[in-house]
């Protein structure tokens, strides 16, 4: 009478098509999770066109989709008299180049001056922006220590996040036909979601926000964490149950 064999480790462990397909969409998926940054930023006095700022980073998020080929920028730079806001949708690793060229730009003094990151937000669902654009906004020029206030940075930066987001659905509800108008008219049509150019100044000169180098070291640092039961001594042992 024959003996039935049993089955090998690697025989259970064999996975079908279907497994397999689904393990690669989920690698897939890992790959192109999407982030978005967030930050406020001064421009240099030496910049005579603000439309420079706007064909630099066109020319850079070429360059980068190119190198990491994962998912493209979408977002909108909205510059100002004397600042600019911009809102970045991607993968990690061109928001991390982004932050990179931000922080030589500054060193350089070319474009920027000065910047501070608002948010860097991970595994964003969808996103909020169909395309990446740039507009100059036909604003009078401020003059920055007119602005006070006595909320927190915590509420501050929340709330420029928040106008940020608005606009962009504002804009993704638009007729494709109407908006390059509606997005060369937002100081006229939608004032109220833009952030203050007052508001922008003073984040800039706050410490509790990092500034792109002060990121950078933050985010490239290796992390060392010590576990309390490692500043104990003696060390505890654990103890296995043998079967």
Known sequence: MATERPESMYENTRLNLLEVIEERNRALNKKSLLHRLVYVAKLTDSLQDKRDLGAHYEKQFKNWQNHFQGEGATGMLLVYPNHFVHLVESSS????????????????????????????????????????????????????????????????????????LKLGSYLS???????????????????????????????????????????????????????????????????????
């Open 93 to 164: 690793e061109m928001l991390m180049a982004l932050v990179r060229d931000l922080r030589d730009l500054i060193q350089e003094n070319h474009l920027v001056e000065q910047s501070k990151i608002l948010v860097v937000s991970s595994n964003v669902p969808t996103r909020l922006f169909s395309q990446w654009s740039f507009r100059v906004l036909n604003l009078p020029a401020s003059r920055l220590q007119e602005y006070e206030t006595t909320e927190p940075i915590e509420k501050l930066a929340p709330e420029c996040l928040a106008l940020m």
């Open 173 to 243: 509800k638009q007729p494709k036909i109407t908006l390059k108008t509606v997005m060369d008219q937002l100081h006229e049509k939608v004032s109220d979601l833009l952030i203050p150019q007052d508001l922008i100044g003073y984040l800039l000169f706050t410490p509790d926000l990092c500034t792109p180098a002060e990121f950078l070291n933050r985010y490239d640092q290796p992390m060392d964490v010590v576990l309390d039961n490692e500043l104990v001594w003696p060390l505890p042992t654990k103890n296995f149950p043998i079967n």
